[in-house]
């Protein structure tokens, strides 16, 4: 069993700033998973990708979150983050930790394989 849990949303002014954590725990070697974060809007209905980091440390990011977010890991805490800043009312949405694959050339994606976590709710307010 593996379990990704997600803290850290909540409601922020536009302009404010907000840090996701995701643990996990479980049938997980941590430190050899890349990990992502994803989010989905009010009224989609697809998820979609904002920002993902490799076992080594390499990151990619979705245009809509570059020079704004910051996704980082603690392989000892066993724990990715998401710090995000300068946050608009176009980022609310439920934000997904996932545990998955990295290509060099392409970023992160979750695959057959990986698991997300239950999400943790993003408000932003005008």
């Known amino acids: 069993q593996v379990q990704l849990v997600e803290s850290g949303g909540g409601l922020v002014q536009a302009g404010g700033s907000l840090r996701l954590s995701c643990a996990a725990s479980?049938?997980?070697?941590?430190?050899?998973?890349?990990m992502g974060w994803y989010r989905q809007a009010p009224g989609k209905q697809q998820r979609e990708k904002v920002a993902?980091?490799?076992?080594?440390?390499?990151?990619d990011y979705a245009d809509s979150a570059k020079g704004r977010f910051t996704i980082s890991r603690d392989n000892a805490k066993k724990t990715v983050y998401l710090q995000m800043n300068s946050l608009k009312t176009e980022d609310t949405g439920v934000y997904y930790c996932?545990?998955?694959?990295?290509?060099?050339?392409?970023?992160?994606?979750?695959?057959?394989?990986?698991?997300w976590g239950q999400g943790t709710q993003v408000t932003v307010s005008s």
């Open positions: 479980g049938n997980i070697i941590f430190r050899f998973n890349a």
């Open positions: 993902g980091i490799s076992s080594g440390g390499s990151t």
């Open positions: 996932a545990a998955g694959d990295y290509m060099a050339g392409y970023g992160f994606y979750i695959g057959a394989s990986g698991h």
